[in-house]
């Protein structure tokens, strides 16, 4: 006969509704950079350097890729690349939180994480009444479509990391295409194609029956994060002698893991957002635990390495001076007359002739 466990009841508090918080705050700031830098592209159109408006170095997060280069150049060559420092600094802020707290940065600050959620929330409710219980595609399709965003992944770090040489890599730095990256980026969504607005939409209903599709499938960043998560010390531990098998932390994990069947938690799909954890109605049977003391870790203490530990790396980046870029209002303008003509450099050659074609026609 299966021996009876005495039940003691899980008191800690919950931690989501700081969870809201913090990624609602988050999601204000990108959104107040977006007005920022709405209103510096469109004062880049009157042509006068006298009425360019300030320019949020934040919005170099939204540029990863030029980010991740900068990260690359840096280890090459023991400099800051001063065309995105801002970028350089986001990006080791996110991956300094996943090598301590997981893939924690999707689901406490990631505003598209955050959107993903939200939209995840409402289809769950509409699956929970139409079909009395949650969507997850069969492990044949989910598995396969899992690997896409590594395979982006690879790509970028090939591209990158593989298949340029030092001289290309700076060629591309400090080309006008880098340069501009930012406002050929809002001009993409200004003026967003047919193709692209189909593409989101779709990825936005697919959202709606199918829990974090873009992040689950397709997010490169995600990928990135997911693996270095394995480096983490903490992780989700269970308790199998005071677990009563309840199956509440597998229902409320958004990314269906199996939570009430492992004793730790090692997933590249974990975000660390702790649903589990506050799930739990057993005290001491879930919870977070650090692999290098064994120690159990407060939900708490959770919350705030993460922003302690992204506020100190972008904090170091604004104290030593490298946040915002070097370029001028004057070499805006001028780059924002070529703004049609900066396509996508290909390879070395292309970024060179982009680089004389640019130098003309500022001499000019
Ligand atoms: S295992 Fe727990 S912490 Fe990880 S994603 Fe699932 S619910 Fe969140
Ligand atoms: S929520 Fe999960 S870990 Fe906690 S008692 Fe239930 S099955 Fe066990």
Redesign the pocket.
């Known amino acids: 006969m299966k021996e009876k466990k005495k039940i003691i009841r899980n008191i800690e508090k919950p931690v989501q509704k700081y969870r809201f918080a913090i990624q609602t705050l988050f999601a204000l700031l990108c959104i107040w950079i977006g007005i920022e830098f709405t209103l510096f592209v469109k004062s880049l159109e009157y042509g006068n350097p006298d009425l360019v408006s300030h320019r949020p170095p934040g919005v170099e997060g939204f540029l990863p890729i030029s980010s991740l280069m900068s990260v690359y150049y840096f280890f090459v060559t023991g400099e800051i690349h001063p065309a995105h420092p801002a970028g350089f600094f986001i990006f080791l802020a996110i991956v300094g939180v996943s090598f301590v707290v997981g893939k924690s940065f999707c ?1 406490w600050l990631c505003p598209i994480g955050f959107l993903s959620e939200t939209i995840g929330d409402f289809g769950e409710k509409i699956c929970l009444k139409l079909f009395k219980r949650r969507i997850k595609l069969p492990k044949f399709v989910d598995y396969p479509l899992r690997s896409l965003k590594y395979l982006l992944l690879g790509f970028f770090v090939y591209a990158i990391f593989f298949s340029m040489t030092l001289a290309a890599l700076k060629a591309f730095l400090d080309s006008p295409y880098n340069l501009m990256a930012d406002v050929k980026m809002y001009y993409f969504f200004a003026n967003i194609s047919k193709f692209s607005l189909t593409v989101i939409a779709v990825q936005f209903i697919l959202s709606i029956f199918i829990r974090n599709f873009w992040c689950r499938y397709f997010c490169p960043y995600g990928a990135l994060l997911g693996i270095i998560s394995f480096l983490s010390p903490l992780k ?1 531990k269970r308790e199998a002698k005071s677990c009563i098998d309840c199956g509440l ?1 597998a229902k ?4 269906f ?1 199996k ?1 009430d069947k492992v004793d730790t ?1 090692r ?1 590249d ?9 506050d799930a739990c109605p057993v005290a001491d049977t879930l919870f977070v635990e650090t692999k290098i003391v064994k120690k159990k870790i407060s939900k708490k203490f959770v919350a705030i390495a993460i922003i302690s530990i992204y506020i100190a790396i972008t904090g170091i980046g604004i104290l030593t001076g490298h946040w915002k870029n070097n370029i001028s209002r004057k070499e805006y303008i001028i780059l924002h007359k070529q703004i049609d003509n900066l396509g996508h450099p290909t390879n070395t050659a292309d970024i060179e002739k982009l680089n004389k074609e640019s130098e003309s026609r500022a001499d000019k």
């Open positions: 689901s989700i932390c409320a994990c958004p990314s893991i939570v938690v997933s799909e974990c975000s660390m957002c702790m649903s589990c954890v």
